[in-house]
Structure formats: C-alpha cells, structure tokens
C-alpha cells in the first residue's frame, strides 16, 4: 500500500479549506483517509498552517510520500521532507 500525505478540500463553496491528511494514493481526494495530521487556510492574511510536526516526522519515517503542495507546507513550517 502507498501511503501519501496529501490535501483534501473541506470548507464551502468559494470558501475552501484544506487538510493534511494520510491517506492510501488510490482513494479519491476527497475520501478515505488515515489520519489528519494539520490543516491550511489560505483565505487568512498571512495564510494559516497548523501541522502536527511529530506525527508528520513518524509517518515520513514510515514511508509516506508528500505530495509537491505538502511538500511546499512542510518546507515553510521547516519540516524536512527528505530526511528520514
């Protein structure tokens, strides 16, 4: 099974939120997922990140692939992706 951490869209119409997420790479963006790790508003000025840094660093550990917009998140919030 391939594990990403990923983003999945929540909020309303115009209005989105997203969340950072485990989920297996062939589940849909929007469905299931195993574990919420943080979340990013971009709607806020500055734009609002909040990641659980040690959970992030135990999956990374484990395996799991961020995608390129994760991968950007955890660059800003000075979480190596690479390193594991």
């Given at each position: 099974m391939a594990v990403r951490l990923r983003l999945t869209r929540v909020g309303g119409k115009k209005d989105p939120i997203w969340r950072v997420v485990v989920a297996d790479q062939r589940s849909p963006r929007d469905g299931r997922f195993i574990e919420m790790v943080g979340q990013y508003n971009p709607q806020t000025q500055p734009s609002t990140i909040v990641l659980?840094?040690?959970r992030i660093r135990e999956w990374l550990s484990k395996g799991a692939q961020p995608t390129?917009?994760?991968?950007?998140?955890?660059?800003?919030?000075?979480?190596d992706a690479a390193a594991r």
């Open positions: 659980k840094e040690d390129p917009q994760v991968r950007k998140l955890l660059k800003t919030q000075g979480i």
